[in-house]
């Protein structure tokens, strides 16, 4: 049930974008930025961030934005990393913080919170600006083999396909 699941609503729209000719590296590319982008650590800015380079880099901006939603709960889990990192690039003090503690400040109002958080949130984004690049690379480096062969199989698949009058 897990597997249909998986299989219907991520493999197979990147599979239909394929089919519509997208090329698999720019699928790839889409795919890799909506992740990178996806965990950057200032809720809400990430969605901004992937239409801004979706539409620059002419990439898909369905697969990258569905992507940037898929990494949410990862963006979050990723937030208090990101900050320590640029604490310590920064070479400042750790702020006691907390998922929850942030949540609380947030339902008090997104002001208020910012002005709160705000050298959290300068330091996760110092944090993310060192790592996210990179991923973001790694990311399609490791995707890009695997929709060549998604694009491959599907050619092959077509081809050995009766053909339709």
Known sequence: MLRDLIRRRLF?????????????????????????????PVLGVSTVLCTAVAL?????????????YLAAPL??????PFVRLGEHLAHAAPQPLSISG?????????????????????????????????FIYLAYLLLK???????RTKRLARA?????P
Do not use: C, D, Y
Not at 15 to 35: C, D, E, N, V, Y
Not at 118 to 127: F, K, T
């Open 102 to 134: 942030g949540l609380r400040l947030l339902a008090a109002g997104v002001f208020n919170a910012v002005i709160v958080l705000w050298s959290a949130i300068v330091h996760a984004a110092l944090g993310w600006a060192l790592a996210g690049p990179p």
């Open 145 to 151: 083999p695997l929709m060549m062969k998604a694009a």
């Open 160 to 164: 050995g396909a009766p053909q339709q």
């Open 12 to 40: 197979e729209p990147i599979l239909t974008l394929l089919r519509q000719g997208i090329t698999p590296q720019k699928i790839a590319l889409s795919l890799a930025f909506g992740l990178g982008l996806g965990i950057f």
């Open 56 to 68: 620059v880099l002419r990439l898909n901006l369905a697969a990258t934005q569905f992507v940037n």
């Open 75 to 80: 963006q979050l889990i990723l937030i208090i």
